[in-house]
């Protein structure tokens, strides 16, 4: 079982960053594939970010704002989020698969329980 709890979230102002965290349990946290997804409201879950297999990955609406990283000695996923737009505003979940794992949440085992991210304009 692997638990993974978010924090970073907040309120911004359009146009600034914040940087979300994501730590892990577990002892293999390195081979696990890492998502970011967020979800606003009224709107399904949306793919963001996922480093898998080596490989990092983007959804087209925040390649070039958003940065995926991982420090795999500190069990710990980041996202780094820059230049936010209002449309950014959503809530920002975590997830590990132990499988090469990408776009779908369907793919993913294990969730965080979400960190609330509101950019004003």
């Known amino acids: 079982q692997v638990q993974l709890v978010e924090s970073g979230g907040g309120l911004v102002q359009a146009g600034g960053s914040l940087r979300l965290s994501c730590a892990a349990s577990g002892r293999t946290f390195s081979t696990y594939a890492m998502g970011w997804f967020r979800q606003a409201p009224g709107k399904e879950r949306d793919f963001v970010a996922a480093?898998?297999?080596?490989?990092?990955y983007y959804a087209n609406s925040v390649k070039g704002r958003f940065t995926i990283s991982r420090d795999n000695a500190k069990n710990t996923v980041y996202l780094q989020m820059n230049s936010l737009k209002p449309e950014d505003t959503a809530v920002y979940y975590c997830?590990?698969?132990?499988?090469?794992?990408?776009?779908?949440?369907?793919?993913?085992?294990?969730w965080g329980q979400g960190t609330q991210v509101t950019v004003s304009a």
């Open positions: 997830a590990a698969s132990n499988r090469d794992s990408r776009y779908y949440g369907s793919q993913y085992d294990y």
């Open positions: 480093w898998s297999a080596g490989n990092k």
